[in-house]
């Protein structure tokens, strides 16, 4: 069982940088591959980056490549979303999820443990 608390969320001028973070309970994070999704209002909950558990391997959403970067300390059992040059659209709930498989990461079904999110608002 894995719990997950997000934090870092909040108000941000287009063109600015926020950080989120994951905070995991459980001896076993290390072993999951751990993404971040949002959903905005009105919206499907959509992906938007994965680490794998020993963080060698990331995967992105076309919208968020080369603004975005995922990582993760495996010895704080924390994963974080760096966020640059953020943009209106970025506007969403970030919500942090973990998995055991390696596959298919960047599907929503594939995780099973889901933090509550934290609200992101880009404003223009």
């Known amino acids: 069982q894995v719990q997950l608390v997000e934090s870092g969320g909040g108000l941000v001028q287009a063109g600015g940088s926020l950080r989120v973070s994951c905070a995991a309970s459980g001896r076993t994070f290390s072993t999951y591959t751990m993404g971040w999704f949002r959903q905005a209002p009105g919206k499907e909950r959509e992906f938007v980056a994965a680490?794998?558990?020993?963080?060698?391997?990331?995967y992105y959403a076309d919208s968020v490549k080369g603004r975005f970067t995922i990582s993760r300390d495996n010895a704080k059992n924390t994963v974080y979303l760096q966020m640059n040059s953020l943009k209106p659209e970025d506007t969403a709930v970030y919500y942090c999820?973990?998995?055991?498989?390696?596959?298919?990461?960047?599907?929503?079904?594939?995780?099973?443990?889901w933090g509550q999110g934290t609200q992101v608002t880009v404003s223009s």
């Open positions: 680490i794998r558990w020993s963080g060698g391997s990331t």
């Open positions: 999820a973990a998995t055991k498989t390696s596959v298919g990461v960047t599907a929503h079904s594939a995780y099973a443990y």
